[in-house]
Nanobody, 121 residues
């Protein structure tokens, strides 16, 4: 499956962005989907994930209450709504597809290209 992320940009602290990741190829609804990010000089880290049907979600602690992951299987798209952004959220954000939400943090089948999010103070 091919993943195309978009929606990144420059925003002031406290602002919001909505990332999108469109999938093409294999059946989108057969994959759990996730978002990861990589800040300069740091390793890529897990941000959020959503189950195949969209009923299950998980988040890293630092974004709970601020970020919301969702998906529209009819549009083959997963979203990441990011609110109350801080400079610590600055990173390249990647979408990912995996067989199961329970293992997506350690086993990703497909990666999308990244989209840059920059939060100014």
């Amino acid at each position: 499956v091919q993943l195309q992320a978009s929606g990144g940009g420059l925003v002031q602290a406290g602002g919001s962005l909505r990332l999108s990741c469109a999938a093409a190829g294999r059946t989108f609804s057969s994959f759990a989907m996730g978002w990861f990010r990589q800040a300069p000089g740091k390793e890529r880290e897990f941000v959020a994930a959503i189950s195949r049907g969209g009923l299950g979600t998980s988040y890293t602690d630092s974004v709970k209450g601020r970020f919301t992951i969702s998906r529209d299987n009819a549009k083959n798209t997963v979203y990441l709504q990011m609110n109350n952004l801080t400079p610590g959220d600055t990173a390249v954000y990647y979408c990912a597809a995996a067989n199961w939400i329970g293992t997506i943090q350690v086993s990703v089948d497909y990666w999308g290209q990244g989209t840059q999010v920059t939060v100014s103070s």
